[in-house]
Nanobody
């Protein structure tokens, strides 16, 4: 199995930056892609960014373009989400997810991901 542990969340002010980390362990060689989702009460979980382990494919939600950057360190089995220019609407629980089956592109819906982390809270105040 694959274990995912998110870290880096916290309470920040609007305009600040955070870097979330997702450390993978277990059968990490089986991972094809990793994605970051976020969810707020009353709304569906949405994909924010995703990247194939090779780095050849990426996805950015419209709201993330120009502000968020996804990257990975294969040697450390870790994927990062650099979030700049944070806004109160970014407040959510952020989840890291791994896909072990896809071979082309990146998965765009939660049901396509096989493993999930426990989530980390990001709160952006005005």
């Amino acid at each position: 199995q694959v274990q995912l542990v998110e870290s880096g969340g916290g309470l920040v002010q609007a305009g600040d930056s955070l870097r979330l980390s997702c450390a993978a362990s277990g059968r990490t060689l089986s991972i094809y892609a990793l994605g970051w989702f976020r969810q707020v009460p009353g709304k569906a979980r949405e994909l924010v960014v995703a990247i194939s382990w090779s780095g050849s494919s990426t996805y950015y939600a419209e709201d993330a373009k120009g502000r968020f950057t996804i990257s990975r360190d294969n040697a450390k089995n870790t994927v990062y989400l650099q979030m700049n220019g944070l806004k109160p609407k970014d407040t959510a629980v952020y989840y890291c997810a791994a896909d072990t089956n896809r071979q082309i592109g990146v998965p765009l819906v939660g049901s396509e991901y096989d493993y999930w982390g426990q989530g980390t809270q990001v709160t952006v105040s005005s």
